[in-house]
């Protein structure tokens, strides 16, 4: 098989890595430098039906299909199909489909590069079927690409995925329905995440299910300790994916067989040792973290299957290195001092005069963050990444949203504090805000459709009602922040950074 990876140098061909596809932990990523004349960004040559919701006889047809619940009665289907035309509505209105401006070659994160020789070009990538994963027959073509590598193929400068990306309810049926060939402890980080391998070397991040739907984070947790929620892992995905930002890798519900898709697979003997049976006879495990792993907090299935989060990984390290960057709002994550800007109201004048932050997008990126996690209550974006290859003019990646959705019953104003003290917003970020509070598109209402297309809400919807009612309400404290701030700001440019000025409207 052969792999490489895009890099700057241009009109240069270098033909570089070769992945000779490693069993169990690590991605066998494909992907390639270019040759002259730049082959076409290769996701624009997916050709894929576009995804259509619905057939001719009003039921959800397979096309768009994330796991659909069996068994449903005619009237819920019904009903779905109603809410999904409200959200086929909104992806098709014009505020999701602006013209996008032409992406040069070095827009793209990977590449595969085609060879041009009869020869090589003849030559397929096979691998010998190590055990439990498919025999690897990919080449250049696209279409013998799976879905994980055609995801990471798509990553640009500005978004992960494209708006109506015909590889995602492909890449999303893949990760909620593929058999698990392993499952190993992830490290890093403080809470149980387990990485799973499928057949064709995709993987994706497993959190389970910590928390029932209706419980609300106790009041005197600190959000530093609160657990994460595999729920909030998927909502956020179909928010930000609703906002129109696409910079949330997708993520999908599935429900696990503790013991044939955990136990059974996995080569991780520290994980496979904290397996036991509670006295009722459900099978549970507890792994090996900083918070939480212990007897008393172990994940159990009911008796074996346990609900649980899947996300889509981003490129290795390896080949997409990532930089991180500390968020100039972070809380302090001492439960007695205070963070600077919660003491200086001016803060982000300073903060506009810092770079990255005095240039570019990165302050209104920075707000778009803000207003996601405003809307999902998530009190713990302490660092935010950004793809190495992009250098600083390029999107946030808004990763780790579990410890979103911990409460509906109350806001969390602090999280607004970089909107409220920078008076700054994209203007397409504005409108589509806007749009969303119009009954025809209501965030609650695309939110709760979009949800319904997740696997998990055969058993239970994704996010509990108050949990969208919460999502207007703060919809509506956004639009009011803004509104003050075009107040105080005569010059209302100072306030709406425009990003689509051929857009009227
Ligand atoms: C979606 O299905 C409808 C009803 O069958 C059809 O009219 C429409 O052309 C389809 N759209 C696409 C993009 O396939
Ligand atoms: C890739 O493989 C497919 C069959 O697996 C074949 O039809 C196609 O021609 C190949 N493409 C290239 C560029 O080798
Ligand atoms: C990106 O921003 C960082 C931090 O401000 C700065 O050190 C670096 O030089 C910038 N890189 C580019 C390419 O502008």
């Not at 640009?156 to 499952?183: F, G, K």
């Not at 910079?247 to 996995?266: A, F, M, N, S």
């Not at 570019?360 to 998530?378: A, E, Y």
Request: hydrophobic letters at 35%; proline letters at 7%.
């Amino acid at each position: 098989m052969r792999v490489c990876r895009y890099r700057r140098l241009q009109g240069v061909c270098a033909l570089l890595l070769c992945v000779s596809v490693v069993l169990h932990l690590l991605v066998a990523l494909l992907v390639l430098s270019l040759y002259p004349p730049p082959c076409g960004p290769l996701q624009s040559s997916v050709s894929q039906p576009q995804p259509n919701l619905t057939s001719a006889d009003g039921t959800r047809t397979t096309s768009t299909d994330m796991g659909h619940p069996v068994g449903r009665g005619k009237q819920d289907v019904l009903e779905g199909v109603a809410v999904l035309s409200k959200l086929e509505a909104l992806f098709s209105h014009p505020l999701y489909n602006l013209h996008a401006p032409p992406s040069p070659d070095e827009d793209w994160l990977l590449r595969v590069r085609s060879k041009e020789t009869a020869e090589q070009s003849a030559e397929q990538w096979l691998s010998d079927s190590k055990e439990g994963f498919d025999p690897i027959d990919w080449n250049t073509s696209t279409d013998t690409h799976p879905p994980w590598l055609r995801f990471h193929l798509g990553i640009s400068r500005w978004q992960l995925y494209q708006h109506m990306d015909s590889n995602l309810p492909a890449l999303v049926e893949q990760m909620a329905t593929s058999r698990i060939v392993s499952a190993v402890q992830k490290t890093g980080g403080t809470q149980l995440k387990l990485l799973m391998t499928f057949p064709n070397y995709g993987q994706a991040l497993f959190k389970p299910m910590k928390q029932e739907r209706l419980e609300e984070t106790n009041v005197n947790l600190y959000y530093f300790s609160d657990f994460e929620r595999h729920n909030a892992e998927i909502a956020a995905f179909h928010l930000d994916r609703i906002l129109g930002f696409r910079r949330v890798p997708p993520v999908v519900g599935r429900l696990i067989d503790i013991i044939k898709e955990i136990k059974d697979v996995t080569t991780d003997h520290k994980l496979a040792r904290t397996f036991f049976n509670s006295p009722v006879g459900n099978s549970c495990f507890y792994g090996q973290c900083s918070y939480y792993c212990s007897t008393e907090h172990a994940v159990c299935g009911r008796p074996r299957a346990l609900e649980g989060s899947l996300a889509a990984m981003l490129p290795d390290l390896s080949l997409a290195p990532r930089r991180s960057w500390k968020n100039p709002w972070r809380r302090s994550y001492s439960r007695s001092k205070l963070a600077l800007w919660e003491k200086t109201p001016t803060y982000c004048n300073a903060v506009k005069k810092t770079p990255p932050y005095d240039r570019g997008t990165r302050l209104v990126d920075l707000i778009d963050m803000t207003i996601l996690d405003f809307l999902q209550s998530n009190m713990d974006r302490h660092h935010y990444e950004t793809f190495e290859f992009f250098g600083n003019s390029t999107f946030l990646i808004h990763l780790d949203n579990g410890r979103a959705f911990g409460r509906y019953s109350k806001d969390e104003p602090s999280i607004l504090t970089p909107l409220v003290q920078c008076c700054r917003i994209r203007r397409s970020t504005l409108l589509r805000l806007r749009l969303l509070t119009l009954p025809q598109y209501r965030l609650s209402d695309v939110m709760r459709a979009s949800l319904s297309q997740d696997p998990l809400a055969a058993l239970a919807p994704v996010l509990a009602e108050p949990h969208l009612s919460a999502l207007d309400r703060r919809l509506a404290t956004i639009l009011q922040t803004v509104q003050s701030c075009l107040l105080q700001h005569p010059q209302h440019s100072d306030v709406i950074y425009d990003d689509i000025p051929d857009y009227k409207g």
